[in-house]
T-cell receptor, first 113, second 111 residues
């Protein structure tokens, strides 16, 4: 009964380093999302995907890239990390997009020094 | 632009009390509204999804109502328990593939 799984759960990076966050869902959902949650800013959409092989920009896409090579996986990449990217990142998935229920992962806490 | 506001930001009640959390949104052209629960250091868990054609949804001790015309939703929690302590967020669809989330109400239920 895994649902949405994110790895890693915690990571500390130095400015300029790169990393990838992995999101995996076992519910056969078409739609997948990456959000960041910051104090005072709430949840903001970074990128999303409406199906395997598709990606699109959300509200705050700069500094991030994504890929959806397999339906069950959605990867979020930081090519050159900046302190402003220190945040908690959440992956979510849905069967019918925002018309239906959203299922979230446990989050990945990233600190950029 | 859709804005979602939740009042109060924090609420502390004794165990057993019935309580109401409020959510308001500026654009009433929504097709649903979701209530989520977030425990410290955890992800969001969907509690209730109300379609625009519905006025209420119930799950156990939780009841959510939706009044599109006034841009408001309420989450009613009956007979609160310490295990209900968490942050509760509401969210509405925005721009086809995005959601607008409220900042949440942090609820503490004291034994």
């Amino acid at each position: 009964n895994a649902g949405v799984t994110q790895t890693p759960k915690f990571r500390v990076l130095k400015t300029g380093q790169s990393m990838t966050l992995l999101c995996a869902q076992d519910m056969n959902h078409e739609y997948m999302y990456w959000y960041r949650q910051d104090p005072g800013m709430g949840l903001r959409l970074i990128h999303y995907s409406v199906g395997e092989g598709t990606t699109a920009k959300g509200e705050v896409p700069d500094g991030y890239n994504v890929s959806r090579l397999k339906k069950q996986n959605f990867l979020l990449g930081l090519e050159s990390a900046a302190p402003s990217q220190t945040s908690v990142y959440f992956c979510a998935s849905s069967y019918i997009g925002t018309a239906g229920e959203l299922f979230f992962g446990e989050g990945s806490r990233l600190t950029v020094l | 632009k859709q804005e979602v506001t939740q009042i109060p930001a924090a609420l502390s009640v004794p165990e057993g009390e019935n309580l109401v959390l409020n959510c308001s949104f500026t654009d009433s052209a929504i097709y649903n509204l979701q209530w989520f629960r977030q425990d410290p250091g955890k992800g969001l868990t969907s509690l209730l999804l109300i379609q625009s054609s519905q006025r209420e949804q119930t799950s156990g001790r939780l009841n959510a109502s939706l009044d599109k015309s006034s841009g408001r939703s309420t989450l009613y929690i009956a007979a609160s328990q310490p295990g209900d302590s968490a942050t509760y967020l509401c969210a509405v669809p925005y721009n086809n593939n995005d959601m607008r989330f409220g900042a949440g109400t942090r609820l503490t239920v004291k034994p």
